[in-house]
């Protein structure tokens, strides 16, 4: 249940910096402005993995037990890769943002061709 509210509010975070750095740069490409807000999570856990792995990686063999150094870095691998994936949704997500900011998804977007 909070895996799903985290997802939740990551993709509403990611829609809302799109839509806002697309009302900021009009004409700033619309793949560059989606890049940029869907960025900023998957990098933070995409370091924290990365500091898992290597964290793993040095640690001494008699400090491991059976395995769980290895598992370690596999776990972490496995949600880097999982991260990758959000990364993508989160792409797609941001980047209907910022075609909703273009297109006129706002409270007084256009308000001359309505008069």
């Known amino acids: 249940m909070i895996g799903l509210l ?3 509010a990551v993709l509403g975070a990611s829609f809302a910096a799109a839509w806002l750095l697309a009302r900021r ?9 989606s890049l940029f807000a869907a960025l ?3 990098i933070l856990a995409w370091l924290f ?3 898992i792995f290597v964290n793993a990686a040095r640690t001494p063999q ?3 037990g059976v395995d769980a150094c290895g598992m ?6 496995v949600v880097a890769g999982a991260t990758f994936l959000l ?3 989160l792409w797609l ?6 075609v909703a900011a273009r297109h006129g998804l706002a409270p007084v977007a256009h308000k001359e061709t309505f008069e």
């Open 6 to 8: 985290f997802l939740v």
């Open 25 to 33: 740069w009009p004409f700033a490409p619309i793949w560059k402005l």
């Open 93 to 98: 997500v941001a980047g209907s943002g910022a």
């Open 40 to 42: 900023p999570v998957p």
């Open 49 to 51: 993995c990365l500091i």
């Open 87 to 89: 990364f993508l949704f």
């Open 62 to 64: 008699q400090d491991c």
């Open 72 to 77: 370690t870095m596999a776990g972490a691998m």
